[in-house]
């Protein structure tokens, strides 16, 4: 303990009070999001504004659930469809991203230059524009309201591809040779060097790619016309709209902010740790 | 006899040079199946939902459409009328993304590594809540953010900048901050780089964590004397394919950032077009107007200019050998 308290310098320690100042201000948004969900609506209309919830009450998570009990489609269907749409696409990402970037960082094979280019340059297009496209496609393929449809678009991800191939080229190739001459195959080679080493990529990949599934809301609005197939976030952002100039809805609005939140709260810190742990004892480079 | 048989046989030698060739192919490709088999899952998925679509997108630049049917070849008329006669798309969209992308870009880059490298000079227990603070901005998503930025900015006395500015004296009536076209687009960058830490500002913190302790201690020993010589000569070239997967993220973010200022106006397109960026400009033909082939020829421009951008950081980085 002694030890440690020794490590710390002078400069951590205004390194931390500044920090924690500006961390204070940054993480202001989630504060006022927590504290606005919990607003009974008579605290919404104060003058002056308060920021803090004076008592907090239950009341807009209600309304927001029995919002859809009265619909045709309940609540639990929206996050039923959610959950397995994120875990089958998150699962399915990491396999197939890392498989691609493993190959493509570490070997050299005809096309290898073509795919890259075409990666880094398919970046750039702007998701705006190719909505049209995409519909035609998916229902040209009859992947129309199914679960596969909300998958398989999500899965062609060259950001994923992009960072993993910057990281694992950085993995000394001399580890792989070791591994060839102790008789391990390219499988072998790819689960137990490449995979465990590469966590950290694998985590950060991990965290953005649920947090752009969980919110994303064109899958079910182009792709799924029959609404048992639609996700949460689509339910929440059609509760929103119009919502925007209105003092009253603010409450439900942040209740639903923060139910989208939450998920992607937990997933951050259960893969950051990872992130900042494995690569300090990995002894890799 | 042989003089007679000498043409065929250089046809013959040049037919075997081909197909000995091709067979080489063929080998290599058979020697590296493998590869193909570990790209083929991704490599399907990416030609059938982002290079096909693309290819028709781009195609559609060169026509009249409007989503309906009838589909005319006019040639380069769109990109001749974007930049002759769209008077909105050159005065307007343009100049506010060049000021937003030039602004928020390296702005948002710069400040993402500053914390980033902070945050690794701090104790490791405690890193974990700064990064969680520092990144949970861009965590919530459009939907909290839409919440907060327009309680935040609301025109009347009671949103909470107006109320503090109100409180201190130093205005004296409320502004309108979302209406008024002269706040717009500054309340825009400032929000932007507020959420600016997100995908590359992670792979900056994974990436430092990549970097050999012991080249430190080897810097050291060269006579590296403070923590700005330690930046410059060891972490920066120890996480080059992190800065640049940063930097590419950065570009592409920016010149794409477009649903900012509808969040924060709720309206699709920006009063007196303050806070109208290249991304608005397609939404507007694309969803309002229904002139897909123009936007298509707007997407294709913007593609360009994200491309070369993208050669800029490309070159910066000068890692061409390892991408």
Same mark, same amino acid.
């Given at each position: 303990?002694? /030890?440690?308290?020794?490590? @710390?310098?002078?400069?951590?320690?205004?390194?931390?009070?500044?920090?924690?100042?500006?961390?204070?201000?940054?993480?202001?948004?989630?504060?006022?999001?927590?504290?606005? +969900?919990?607003?009974?609506?008579?605290?919404?209309?104060?003058?002056?504004?308060?920021?803090?919830?004076?008592?907090?009450?239950?009341?807009?998570?209600?309304?927001?659930?029995?919002?859809?009990?009265?619909?045709?489609?309940?609540?639990?269907? !929206?996050?039923?469809?959610?959950?397995?749409?994120?875990?089958?696409? &998150?699962?399915?990402?990491?396999?197939?991203?890392?498989?691609?970037?493993?190959?493509?960082?570490?070997?050299?094979?005809?096309?290898?230059?073509?795919?890259?280019?075409?990666?880094?340059?398919?970046?750039?297009?702007?998701?705006?524009?190719?909505?049209?496209?995409?519909?035609?496609?998916?229902?040209?393929?009859?992947?129309?309201?199914?679960?596969?449809?909300?998958?398989?678009?999500?899965?062609?991800?060259?950001?994923?591809?992009?960072?993993?191939?910057?990281?694992?080229?950085?993995?000394?190739?001399?580890?792989?040779?070791? +591994?060839? @001459?102790?008789?391990?195959?390219?499988?072998?080679?790819?689960?137990?060097?490449?995979?465990?080493?590469?966590?950290?990529?694998?985590?950060?990949?991990?965290?953005?790619? =649920?947090?752009?599934?969980?919110?994303?809301?064109?899958? $079910?609005?182009?792709?799924?016309?029959?609404?048992?197939?639609?996700? &949460?976030?689509?339910?929440?952002?059609?509760?929103?709209?119009?919502?925007?100039?209105?003092?009253?809805?603010?409450?439900?609005?942040?209740?639903?902010?923060?139910?989208?939140?939450?998920?992607?709260?937990?997933?951050?810190?259960?893969?950051?740790?990872?992130?900042?742990?494995?690569? @300090?004892?990995?002894?890799?480079? | 006899?042989?003089?007679?048989? $000498?043409?065929?046989?250089?046809?013959? +030698?040049?037919?075997?040079?081909?197909?000995?060739?091709?067979?080489?192919?063929?080998?290599?490709?058979?020697?590296?199946?493998?590869?193909?088999? =570990?790209?083929?899952?991704?490599?399907?998925?990416?030609?059938?939902?982002?290079?096909?679509?693309?290819?028709?997108?781009?195609?559609?630049?060169?026509? $009249?459409?409007?989503?309906?049917?009838?589909?005319?070849?006019?040639?380069?008329?769109?990109?001749?009328?974007?930049?002759?006669?769209?008077?909105?798309?050159?005065?307007?969209?343009?100049?506010?993304?060049?000021?937003?992308?030039?602004?928020? *870009?390296?702005?948002?880059?710069?400040?993402?590594?500053?914390?980033?490298?902070?945050?690794?000079?701090?104790?490791?227990?405690?890193?974990?809540?700064?990064?969680?603070?520092? !990144?949970?901005?861009?965590?919530?998503? *459009?939907?909290?953010?839409?919440?907060? #930025?327009?309680?935040?900015? $609301?025109?009347? /006395?009671?949103? !909470?900048?107006?109320?503090?500015?109100?409180?201190?004296?130093?205005?004296?009536?409320?502004?309108? #901050?979302?209406?008024?076209?002269?706040?717009?687009?500054?309340?825009?960058?400032?929000?932007?780089?507020?959420?600016?830490?997100?995908?590359?500002?992670?792979?900056?913190?994974?990436?430092?964590?990549?970097?050999? /302790?012991?080249?430190?201690?080897?810097?050291?020993?060269?006579?590296?004397?403070?923590?700005?010589?330690?930046?410059?000569?060891?972490?920066?070239?120890?996480?080059?394919?992190?800065?640049?997967?940063?930097?590419?993220?950065?570009?592409?973010?920016?010149?794409?950032?477009?649903?900012?200022?509808?969040?924060?106006?709720?309206?699709?397109?920006?009063?007196?077009? +303050?806070?109208?960026?290249?991304?608005?400009?397609?939404?507007?033909?694309?969803? @309002?107007?229904?002139?897909?082939?123009?936007?298509?020829?707007?997407?294709?421009?913007?593609?360009?200019?994200?491309?070369?951008?993208?050669?800029?950081?490309?070159?910066?980085?000068?890692?061409?050998?390892?991408?």
């Amino acid at each position: 303990m002694i /030890r440690r308290l020794r490590r @710390i310098t002078p400069f951590q320690v205004i390194l931390v009070v500044v920090f924690t100042g500006l961390a204070a201000f940054m993480s202001l948004p989630i504060v006022f999001i927590l504290n606005h +969900a919990f607003k009974p609506t008579n605290e919404l209309f104060l003058f002056p504004p308060r920021f803090f919830v004076q008592n907090p009450t239950g009341s807009n998570f209600e309304q927001l659930f029995l919002h859809a009990t009265n619909a045709t489609v309940p609540f639990s269907r !929206y996050v039923f469809n959610s959950v397995v749409v994120v875990t089958l696409t &998150l699962i399915s990402v990491i396999v197939v991203s890392t498989m691609a970037a493993y190959v493509l960082a570490k070997y050299q094979f005809h096309f290898k230059q073509l795919i890259l280019s075409l990666i880094t340059l398919s970046l750039m297009f702007a998701p705006e524009t190719v909505g049209i496209p995409r519909y035609l496609i998916i229902s040209g393929i009859h992947l129309n309201n199914t679960y596969l449809g909300h998958i398989l678009p999500a899965l062609a991800s060259p950001i994923a591809v992009f960072m993993l191939v910057g990281f694992i080229s950085q993995i000394p190739g001399e580890l792989m040779e070791a +591994a060839r @001459i102790d008789g391990a195959s390219h499988f072998g080679i790819f689960t137990k060097i490449v995979l465990p080493l590469a966590v950290p990529a694998i985590a950060t990949i991990s965290i953005f790619t =649920f947090q752009g599934v969980w919110g994303d809301i064109e899958t $079910s609005t182009l792709f799924m016309q029959d609404e048992t197939m639609r996700t &949460l976030a689509f339910y929440v952002n059609s509760l929103l709209s119009g919502l925007q100039n209105s003092v009253a809805g603010q409450n439900v609005a942040a209740a639903a902010g923060l139910l989208m939140f939450i998920p992607n709260l937990i997933i951050f810190l259960l893969f950051q740790r990872k992130v900042l742990e494995t690569m @300090i004892h990995s002894g890799i480079k | 006899m042989n003089t007679e048989l $000498s043409p065929s046989l250089v046809k013959v +030698a040049r037919m075997t040079s081909v197909r000995l060739k091709w067979n080489r192919f063929w080998t290599e490709i058979r020697r590296d199946s493998f590869c193909y088999l =570990f790209l083929a899952p991704f490599l399907i998925c990416f030609t059938v939902f982002i290079v096909v679509p693309v290819i028709m997108a781009a195609t559609l630049g060169f026509t $009249s459409y409007d989503g309906f049917g009838s589909l005319r070849f006019i040639g380069f008329d769109n990109y001749i009328a974007l930049f002759t006669q769209d008077i909105i798309f050159l005065t307007k969209a343009l100049p506010n993304t060049f000021l937003f992308a030039l602004i928020v *870009g390296p702005g948002g880059y710069i400040l993402a590594f500053l914390f980033a490298w902070l945050i690794h000079q701090l104790p490791l227990r405690v890193r974990d809540y700064y990064t969680l603070a520092f !990144y949970a901005p861009s965590m919530a998503g *459009g939907v909290a953010l839409s919440v907060v #930025w327009i309680a935040a900015f $609301s025109g009347d /006395r009671v949103g !909470y900048l107006n109320n503090f500015l109100l409180h201190m004296g130093w205005i004296d009536n409320a502004i309108v #901050w979302l209406q008024k076209p002269e706040y717009l687009l500054k309340v825009m960058i400032v929000v932007s780089l507020w959420i600016s830490f997100s995908v590359g500002f992670l792979a900056m913190l994974a990436g430092l964590q990549t970097v050999n /302790r012991e080249l430190y201690e080897a810097g050291r020993i060269d006579g590296i004397s403070n923590r700005l010589q330690e930046v410059f000569y060891i972490t920066l070239p120890s996480m080059k394919p992190q800065l640049l997967f940063s930097a590419v993220m950065t570009i592409v973010t920016t010149l794409k950032a477009g649903s900012i200022s509808t969040q924060l106006t709720g309206l699709p397109i920006t009063p007196q077009y +303050a806070g109208h960026l290249v991304i608005n400009h397609i939404d507007d033909y694309a969803f @309002i107007r229904f002139e897909l082939g123009y936007a298509s020829a707007i997407s294709v421009v913007l593609l360009l200019v994200s491309y070369f951008a993208m050669r800029f950081a490309y070159r910066l980085f000068g890692s061409k050998e390892e991408l």
